[in-house]
């Protein structure tokens, strides 16, 4: 599974816009649904930049069979103690089919089975909301589900350095981008039991590269979250991603950013805030900011939840707040990637302990 993955990886670096044609699209009726996330390759330009905030990261290192793998990660170094927030931008994504009956929309608007939007629900999730973690049996914080995570990737320092967050603001949710799927590149089909819209991720990711060039107040110091409903995105004719990260900008200023869909589906791939977890834990620790290659490591790049999604349930866990169960997918410590066992609690290789057989990067990274 995860070489398949890196292999779209080096395409995706090949590749640019001009690679959208319909017959990437036409290809999807005979290749099998495949759930997978992704990440682009940055698009960073070597030209001057305006004076900006960057967003805050710190560098790190370890070494595995005598190489050393250096990493920059979101935040503080965790031996300092110290807290860090980053301003969170939520941009509900709704995408418009025309078909032979008329036009089919997927909107983060649509009422889940608490009453309330999926969009709401992932203002209310986690994610964003505090709640009691523990990990391996030892109590990691009452924290979002992204903090507990990294707080238990470096316990090993979090433990005397109990101060050290990094916390998600609550979300500013921006005008919705509202964008009509062209037959060339997308369309409305059954994928792990849901009917979904489909879009092909190179056009997608275009579309939302000139919204946020158009919305100033989204700076490099923020992460813009675009959510998107029962979509999966395509990439050279295969579906089904659920989510990716990427950046864009310059090297002096990279924006980071993420997408990521709600599946309103119980069981199905990408469900409720599932992939949204995903892509968050990998922004955590692979935001494509300094190193523009990514965050490497002995078995690719330092991706800390591929290596669960192809687990039952998708390495997802339920976890229930206010009323509503949702799902959020385990992540691998840096032990998994060759770092020292003492690093992260209990000597741990995943935050939900869920290794089922991993070895060290036996899925790749």
């Known amino acids: 599974m995860k070489q398949r993955v890196s292999v779209l990886r080096v395409l995706a670096a090949l590749c640019v816009i001009p690679c959208i044609t319909g017959a990437a699209i036409a290809q999807e009726d005979t290749m099998p649904a495949h759930p997978r996330y992704v990440r682009l390759q940055p698009q960073l330009q070597k030209t001057a930049a305006p004076p900006a905030t960057p967003l805050t990261t710190w560098n790190g290192s370890f070494s595995y069979l005598g190489t050393t793998y250096n990493y920059n990660m979101v935040g503080t170094d965790p031996s300092t103690g110290t807290s860090t927030t ?3 931008f939520a941009i509900p994504v709704v995408l418009s089919y025309k078909t032979s009956t008329g036009t089919v929309t997927f909107s983060p608007g649509a009422k889940q089975s ?3 939007s999926a969009g709401q629900n992932i203002l209310n999730s986690p994610l964003f909301q505090k709640m009691d973690f523990t990990s391996g049996g030892t109590h990691v914080g009452v924290t979002q589900y992204i903090d507990a995570y990294q707080r238990a990737n470096f316990w090993g320092q979090v433990s005397s350095h109990t101060g050290y967050h990094v916390l998600l603001s609550k979300p500013t949710v921006l005008p919705a981008l509202v964008l009509t799927v062209p037959a060339s590149v997308g369309r409305v089909a059954t994928e792990f039991g849901v009917r979904v819209g489909l879009a092909d991720i190179f056009w997608f990711d275009a579309q939302i590269q000139n919204y946020m060039k158009n919305h100033t107040q989204i700076v ?7 959510v998107t409903y029962n979509v999966y995105l395509t ?3 295969g579906c089904c991603i659920g989510g990716y990260h990427s950046s864009f900008g310059t090297l002096a200023a990279p924006q980071a950013y993420a997408q990521a869909s709600y599946i309103g589906t119980s069981g199905a791939f990408a469900q409720d805030v599932s992939a949204l977890s995903h892509e968050l834990g990998e922004w955590m620790d692979d935001p494509l900011v300094v190193n523009v290659n990514g965050n490497t490591v002995s078995c690719g790049i330092l991706e800390n939840g591929d290596p669960e999604e192809g687990f039952a349930n998708y390495g997802g866990f339920p976890y229930t707040l206010n009323g509503f169960t949702y799902n959020l997918q385990d992540l691998v410590f840096l032990p998994y990637f060759g770092a020292p066992a ?3 609690v209990n000597n741990s290789l995943t935050f939900q302990g ?3 057989g991993l070895g060290i990067c036996s899925n790749g990274g």
């Open 86 to 88: 980053v301003q969170v």
């Open 114 to 116: 608490n009453g309330l």
């Open 220 to 226: 490099p110091n923020s992460l813009p979250l675009f």
């Open 235 to 237: 990439q050279f004719g």
């Open 342 to 344: 003492s690093t992260s």
């Open 354 to 356: 869920n290794p089922f």
